[in-house]
């Protein structure tokens, strides 16, 4: 069992008050003995703060002992912890490049908030929804069987506008004939208007003659 009594539980954490020298200053050294023996005496805690509240500053031997001890608790995962809300000792940490490496809480609410959450359980996935269940479907009655023969169809038959007419014999007779008379009296017809056209000439050749001879004999 452990003699140290200057500690609370908060949350997660086991609360350190800051040790003291005579002269009001953070002891570092007393800080570390009284931290290897809260850690000695209770190996399952992994949390562990040090309660800064009412001092305005810290010398670097302190800066020390927190990095001592926060990589020792994260290495069981783990951290340590500042309570503090003095602007000195926070600039002081931005200084020193601790700000990132060390948790800083304001009030000790915040160190309740953060307990909460650290302890919380991980959310469950959501459950895959069932697969539904598939239908097979069923055959009608009313329905044919597709090897049942299906009834011939009717060609259709074209009427209207679509329907080809074809010249019948008695037509294609009376056309060749037709056309064999036309073809026997064209040459008759090529004799006639070849004779009108030689005397249509002789014709203006003579009137034109006397035309002339009427207009030299004057």
């Known amino acids: 069992m ?17 040790p003291l020298n005579p002269i009001g200053a953070f002891d570092a050294e007393q800080f ?6 809260l ?32 990589h020792e608790l994260s290495n069981k995962g783990g951290m340590l912890a500042l309570l503090s809300n ?13 700000d ?23 959310e469950e996935p959501a459950a895959a929804p069932a697969p539904e269940e598939s239908v097979a479907p069923v055959a009608s009655q009313n ?3 597709l090897d049942a023969g299906a009834p011939e169809s009717r060609s259709d038959r074209k009427t209207g506008h679509q329907r080809r007419f074809t010249k019948s014999f008695n037509a294609i007779t009376k056309d060749e004939k037709k056309l064999a008379k036309q073809g026997m009296s064209m040459p008759f017809d090529e004799e006639k208007s070849s004779g009108s056209t030689v005397f249509a000439i002789i014709i ?9 001879a009427f207009f030299l004999l004057r």
């Not at 005496?41 to 020390?64: E, R, T």
């Open 2 to 18: 452990s003699d140290l009594k200057n500690y609370r539980e908060v949350g997660v954490f086991d609360l350190l008050s800051a």
């Open 32 to 37: 570390k003995q009284d931290v290897r023996t």
């Open 39 to 70: 850690i000695d005496s209770h190996p399952d805690d992994k949390f562990v703060a040090v309660d800064l509240m009412g001092l305005d500053f810290v010398y670097s031997d302190a800066y020390n002992a927190f990095l001592q001890f926060q």
């Open 86 to 98: 003095s602007a000195t000792i926070m600039d002081g940490l931005k200084k020193a490049g601790l």
């Open 100 to 122: 990132r490496k060390l948790k800083v809480f304001a009030f000790e609410a915040e160190m309740m908030s953060f307990s909460l959450h650290s302890q919380a359980p991980a």
């Open 143 to 145: 329905v044919r069987s």
């Open 204 to 212: 203006a050749l003579i009137v034109i003659g006397g035309i002339v």
